[in-house]
């Protein structure tokens, strides 16, 4: 098993080779990512067997590989940001029509105006399409979530399509050892795809057409009840892969430094990894503090969350994407998740449009919070805005007190 | 291109797949407003109806001239606009 040094992009790349992707489908500017560039240079060095289609937009993209794993190949898209928005009609159309699907999403942040660096709004807003979400916190988890991504979205008992999220240029285009499989052992965990109908033009089946509105229905249902089963079928990959790999993460979620913990900083992506750094400076100074680091955010680790909450005494959570006019989106996850316990919660919206949070922050912001709830005894603030440095107010945070037009 | 393995979902699972057969759709000729009527003395058999119909509504009789067939007819009146000999009529449903 060699070790390189890859980017989170070339990650994806590589464990789309190992997978044995059959078609790729892209449209090859801005937002595309260089995800697609390893691809079609594997391609066309013969390394890797399969179509790469250049389509002319994200909607066709997925369309594309909607419709080739429709008719049976394993296929992969990977898109961004505004790209991810411009598929989101045919989202909802690969997740209802039950057909196994990988893509990878490289999360940005969304315009006006227009950034190219990190946040989780492009991807939260799939969140309610009836995909799988994974977001992962670090190179080496991309490349063996997007292996397993195959595995769970073929699987017999959920057949719904997967969707990868690896963040923008903290991942993306950041460098770090990766331990890349061999092709044989791949094959030999990967099985090979399956998929619960092919449509050829033989086969006269008809995708999508009207349909009685309770049948319709019925449908979303068993949408849910797959998504409640790819709960343990992303626990049983992740432990098998672990058995063949060596590398098991804890399926819908990791927890860092729990077993003792008596409060917990709840966030996903890459950010994680400074909120552990946060964790041993808190440790240092006698604060028992974990970290809930969200795999999953579909299915939605309901049942370990609430067993893990049993355990604490709060929970500060960090948004990297907000519902504006309500709450951050893990924030609110996690309040109906919990509302029948007694824990104290605060959410924290900080790190969007990729304003940098480094340990410090997190440091600081879990202090405050865990002083907070020893003196009150409980505490429940869903909306606390941690403001880029140079907006926040000592003593004041998140008070802006008059209108302003950046120019 | 090596095929893949059709396996029957193990939940329960509803997937939004029918197969082409009349009337998949429901019995549409309830939505017509107005229903096209052929004379049979103006149909040359030319059967450029049966070509536009999009609902495949425009039945050939073995007379080679067409009829249609109302229980999924729409009408929306393609066939009398397309007839080069004015053969197709659109004429009110009932009521009045």
């Known amino acids: ?407 | 291109m090596q095929q893949p393995i059709i396996e029957e979902p193990r939940t329960y699972f509803k997937a939004p797949l029918s197969t082409p057969q009349p009337g998949s759709a429901g019995v549409t000729g309830a939505w017509r407003v107005k229903k096209p009527v052929v004379d049979p003395d103006k149909c040359t058999g030319c059967q450029i109806c049966w070509l536009y119909c999009p609902e495949d509504t425009i039945i050939i009789l073995d007379t080679g001239k067409v009829t249609v067939e109302y229980e999924y007819c729409k009408g929306c009146g393609i066939c009398a606009e397309v007839c080069p000999f004015n053969a197709i009529k659109m004429v009110d449903e009932g009521g009045a």
């Open chain 1, 1 to 407: 098993m060699p070790v390189k040094v890859l980017t989170g992009n070339h990650a994806v790349a590589e464990a789309v080779r190992l997978s044995r992707v059959k078609v790729i489908a892209a449209y090859p500017i801005t937002p595309q990512t260089t995800i697609m560039e390893k691809l079609s240079e594997m391609a066309d060095k013969g390394v890797l067997d399969a179509r790469v289609l250049r389509v002319e937009s994200e909607h066709s993209a997925l369309a594309a590989a909607y419709a080739a794993a429709s008719a049976g190949a394993r296929a992969f898209t990977a898109t961004s940001s505004h790209g991810l928005l411009y598929m989101h009609e045919v989202v909802w159309w690969a997740a209802g029509s039950r057909i196994p699907l990988v893509m990878a999403v490289v999360t940005r942040a969304i315009g006006p105006p227009w950034n190219i660096h990190v946040d989780h709004q492009d991807i939260m807003d799939q969140r309610d399409t009836g995909w799988i979400i994974g977001i992962a916190q670090e190179n080496q988890e991309v490349l063996d979530m997007t292996i397993q991504a195959f595995r769970i979205s073929e699987d017999p008992r959920v057949y719904l399509p997967v969707m990868i999220g690896l963040d923008g240029f903290i991942l993306s285009h950041t460098s770090a050892p990766v331990d890349i499989p061999s092709q044989d052992e791949v094959d030999a965990w990967l099985p090979p795809r399956r998929q619960p109908y092919v449509i050829t033009p033989e086969s006269k089946i008809v995708m999508g057409n009207i349909s009685d509105d309770d049948e319709h229905f019925m449908m979303r249902y068993s949408m849910h009840v797959a998504m409640n089963e790819a709960k343990r079928v992303i626990k049983e990959v992740d432990e098998s892969y672990g058995k063949t790999f060596g590398r098991s993460y804890g399926g819908l979620l990791e927890c860092y430094k729990c077993e003792d913990a008596d409060y917990a900083i709840l966030l996903a992506g890459s950010w994680a990894g400074d909120a552990k750094t946060a964790v041993e400076m808190l440790r240092s100074e006698g604060y028992k503090v974990g970290v809930i680091r969200i795999r999953f955010i579909r299915p939605w680790p309901r049942e370990e969350l609430l067993e893990i909450a049993s355990r604490l005494k709060g929970i500060i959570v960090f948004d990297r994407a907000v519902s504006m006019g309500s709450t951050g989106i893990l924030l609110g996850e996690v309040s109906s998740t919990l509302y029948s316990t007694k824990i104290s919660i605060r959410g924290t919206i900080a790190g969007l449009t990729g304003v940098d949070v480094g340990p410090e922050a997190f440091y600081t912001q879990a202090k405050e919070f865990i002083e907070k709830v020893e003196q009150q005894g409980h505490v429940y603030e869903p909306l606390h805005w941690l403001l880029p440095p140079r907006y926040r107010r000592r003593g004041k945070p998140g008070k802006i007190e008059r209108a302003e037009v950046v120019m």
